[in-house]
Every structure is written in C-alpha cells, then in structure tokens.
C-alpha cells in the first residue's frame, strides 16, 4: 500500500511538473548555507544530517561558492595527525589553508527551464535574486 501511494504522488509530481516552466517552479527555497565563522566541524556535521553533497556559501567579495564533501574529505584526511585541528578551524581559515571551494553555476527566478537544464552539471544551480541574494537551490534530483 505504501509503494503505490508513493508511485501515486510520484505520478501526480510528474503531472504536475510538466507545466512547471522557471527555475522558481523547481527550486528548493531558503537553502541551508554555511558561514565562513563556522567551523569544519559544523559544516561537516550539516552535511552529514542532512545528505548533502554541496553547501553554498557567501564569500566576503559578496559572490557565492559552494563547499563540497569532496573537497571537505580531502582537506580532513589530507595531513595525518592534523585532523582535529582542522575541524576547529573556521570556513574561512580553512579556505587560507587550502580548503577547495567550486564556483556554482547561478541562474534568477523567472530563468525558463531550458536554460537551467543547458547549465547544469554534477553541482547544484543556486537561484539568486536581482540583488544576488540566495532566494533558491536547484540539483539534477529537483528535476527529474
């Protein structure tokens, strides 16, 4: 009972979506993001709580980037012995250490979906309003 219910509700998203047509239409509104006061170790813990791959943050010129548990992972791992004192380290400390942040592709609310589709990659498309606010994330999931 419970598989058909969920094959219902996939069946009526799918419906439904089909007249979704902006990136506003499929987005995840107000994304967790990570802040460069907070440490490793809350950033890894986020990451972990809730599945992410990616964590988007604001860097201090004002643009946006994204954290990767990739990147996280290495930077952790990469030196024996260091481990703990890396995950004391603030986001943006480990970022003067080597810590690897990826630029995200970006699109606005009322992007039509073929462009969003056109830029999407293995990283998640963050929706920015006009003043470069983080309104909104988007993966390759949020599409299917």
């Avoid at 994204?66 to 990147?71: E, T």
């Avoid at 462009?115 to 988007?138: E, H």
């Amino acid at each position: 009972l419970a598989r058909h219910a969920q094959e219902l509700a996939l069946i009526m998203e799918d419906a439904l979506m089909t007249s979704a047509r902006t990136a506003g239409d499929f987005m995840v509104p107000n994304p967790v993001c990570a802040d460069l006061w907070q440490p490793l170790s809350a950033i890894r813990r986020t990451l972990l709580v809730n599945a992410f791959s990616f964590l988007p943050f604001r860097v201090k010129s004002g643009g946006w980037r994204l954290i990767s548990d990739q990147s996280l992972v290495k930077f952790l791992r990469g030196m024996k012995g260091e481990r703990d004192d890396r995950l004391l380290m603030t986001l943006d400390e480990a970022l003067g250490c080597g810590l690897r942040a990826t630029t995200p592709t970006t699109c606005e609310l009322a992007d039509p979906l073929s462009t969003i589709v056109d830029k999407l990659s293995d990283k998640p498309c963050l929706v920015l309003s006009k003043d470069k606010k983080l309104i909104g994330i988007i993966t390759g999931f949020d599409l299917l």
